[in-house]
C-alpha cells in the first residue's frame, strides 16, 4: 500500500514514512491510493478480540511495512490499557438508541483509542531505523495529555506539547503536568490556542530548525490515528449485528472521518450525523453547500471549538474526484477568503444521502444530559450529549423512527464535571487510576508567545 498527498505534487510514501511524517511536504494530507476492502470471514469476527480485530482490519493499511504478527502484539499491548475488556462497548439507551463508549482508556478521552496505538507503532519503527524524535503539537485540551500517555514510554520520542495558560480544564491540565516520565514536556503559552498552534507550525516551517530537531507530529491529520479509528465502526456493527447510522461529535473531523472510510470498506453504515456545537461550519456547509469561517465561540464542549476541520480536506479530495491541484486552490481560496464552494454534483455524488449536519447549543446540550440522567441513570459528557442530541433532531428528519443509531461517546464525564453538575445536580467521580489526580504535584512551565523561546526550550529538551 503507498499513499498519496491530497495537493497532489508531494512523493508517494509507505505506511511507517506516514506514521512520522504527519503533514506531507506540499502542505496536504496522505491517503491510500485506493481505499482497501475489509476481507475477513463472519466467524472470525464474533471470536476475536477488539485487538485482534483492530490488527485484521488495519492490516492492508500496513501491507507488508510490519510483520503481522508484530502489528498484533503492538495491538494487544495498546487496547491491555482500556479498562473495558470490549474496549469500545456498545450500550443501549432506548430502543434503537445507543453510545459507544470510546473513553476507557487512560487519558478518559477517545483519543487514546488512537495514540495509545500510534505510541507502540513509533516505538518500534523508530527502534529498527535507530532513529530518535521530537513530537511537537499543540492542544487545546484532550490531545495532550492522550500524546503523552501513548509515548511515555517510548525510548526514542519526546515530546513538547503547547496550551493556552489558563484556557484548559483543572483535569486536563493535570494529565499532562503531573506525569514524572522525563521525556514529556507540557508548557503553558501565554495566549490563545490559535497562538500555540501558529508557534507549533512557525517551527515547522523553519526548515533548518525542524531538521537539526528531527521534528515529528501526532495531531489529528496523522493518517494513522484516523485508521486506528476506523477499527470501533465495525466492531460497533459487529456488536450490532446490523447495519445503523453514526452521528459523531465533531471538532477537527477525524473521527467522522474514519466512519467514512470505514464505510468505503464495507461496514454496513446507512449515514453520519455530524455534531457540531454553536462552532457550526459544518452544519452551515451541509445546509448550504458552502463552507464559510467564523470566529471561535468558547462552549460546554470545548473539544470541539473549532472553526475550521483540517481533516475535512481528505473528503474534500475525493469529492474532486481526487484532483490534487483543485484541491490546493480550493484550499488557498478559503485561506484568502473565508469561502468554499463546491460543485453541485460532486457534492450530489458524494455528501447527499451519506452525511447530515446538525447543531447543538449549550442550552441543549445541558438538556440532553439532563433528559439521559432522568431516562437511564446515566451520566454523560458535554461531547457526547452534543452528539446525541443530533441523532435525535435527526431522527424522523433523515431517517424513519426504527432506525438504530449510535452516538459515538468521545469523552467520559468526570474530565468534564462542572458542566455534567450543572446539568444533573451530580458530581462524576474519577475512575480509581486517576482518583488522587487533584492532589498530584504539578509540574508547570511557562513561555511566553514567542518563536525563540520555545524554539530554545524545544532544543533543550531532546
Ligand atoms: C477531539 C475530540 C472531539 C472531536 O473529534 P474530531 O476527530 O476532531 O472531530 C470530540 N470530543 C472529544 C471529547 C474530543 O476530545
Known sequence: MRYISTRGTAPEIGFCDVLLAGLARDGGLYVPQTWPASAKSADEKFEASYAQRAASIMAPFIGDEIDA??????CVDAYSTFRHPDVAPLIEIAPDEYLLELFHGPTLAFKDVALQLVGKLFDHVLAQRNERVMIVGATSGDTGGAAFDGVASCRNVDIVMLYPNNRVSDVQRRQMTTLTASNVHAVA????????????????????????NQLSAVNSINLVRVMAQVVYYFTALEKLGDSAVFSVPTGNFGNVLAGWIAKQMGASIDGFVVASNTNDIL???FESQQMTANEVVPTLSPSMDIQVS???????????????????K????????????VAQSNYAKWITGVFTGYRCNDEQTLTTMKDVYQQTGMLIDPHTAVGLSAARQSIGVN?????SIITLATAHPAKFPE?????????PELPEHLADLMSRPERIISLPNNLKSVQAFVAKCR
Do not use: H
Not at 504478527?69 to 503492538?74: A, D, E, I, N, Y
Not at 480550493?330 to 468554499?340: M, N
Not at 458542566?419 to 458530581?427: E, F, I, K, L, P
Open 69 to 74: 504478527k508484530v502489528f498484533q502484539q503492538l
Open 283 to 285: 452544519t452551515r456547509f
Open 189 to 212: 503559552i501565554d495566549g490563545t490556542f490559535d497562538d500555540c498552534q501558529d508557534l507549533v507550525k512557525a517551527m515547522f516551517n523553519d526548515q533548518k530548525f525542524r531538521d537539526a
Open 419 to 427: 458542566a455534567v453538575c450543572r446539568a444533573t445536580g451530580q458530581t
Open 399 to 403: 431517517y424513519p423512527k426504527n432506525q
Open 310 to 328: 483540517s481533516n475535512f480536506e481528505r473528503l474534500l479530495f475525493e469529492m474532486n474526484n481526487r484532483d490534487g491541484d483543485l484541491t490546493a
Open 330 to 341: 480550493q484550499l488557498t481560496e478559503f485561506r484568502s477568503t473565508g469561502e468554499l464552494i
